[in-house]
């Protein structure tokens, strides 16, 4: 049986990795509120990468989008240029301080190798609080 301190060290020890969910969906620039409206729901997110081209440019939250009926917004008009994004194997510690003490919602992880991403939110770290005080 492990030591608490053992227990705390795993813990301190855990990439952000862990708790984040691959993102299988994204948008892109010149994309319409109603795509837009329509993508998370039926992915059942509530966050969706921006890119142009190859290039990350933003992040679209459904806050951003909630209320908004007028298709001509497109993307790059609502999305928030600012994207918190973190490597691949980051410390969750890190992560979550720093969206803490910055008051962001969410980090985007990037996979070097692949240039896959995969999200933590605010949601995804109360998840990891939940399971570690289990």
Do not use: W
Not at 36 to 58: D, I, S, T, Y
Not at 95 to 102: A, D, L, Q, R, T
């Amino acid at each position: 049986m492990k030591t608490p301190e053992q227990i705390l060290n795993d813990i301190k020890s855990l990439p952000v990795d862990e708790y984040a969910t691959p993102c299988t969906v994204f948008a892109h620039m010149n994309e319409g509120v109603g795509e837009l409206q329509n993508k998370m729901k039926e992915n059942g997110v509530r966050h969706l990468p921006v890119f142009e081209g190859e290039k990350l440019v933003g992040m679209i939250t459904d806050r951003d989008v909630k209320n908004i009926k007028d298709d001509a917004f497109r993307a790059h008009h609502l999305m928030s240029e600012d994207v918190y994004e973190v490597a691949s194997g980051t410390l969750l510690r890190e992560v979550v301080f720093e969206m803490s003490s910055k008051k962001i919602g969410s980090a985007l992880v990037r996979e070097a190798d692949t240039g896959e991403y995969s999200i933590f939110t605010s949601v995804d770290g109360l998840n990891a609080l939940n399971e570690i005080l289990q």
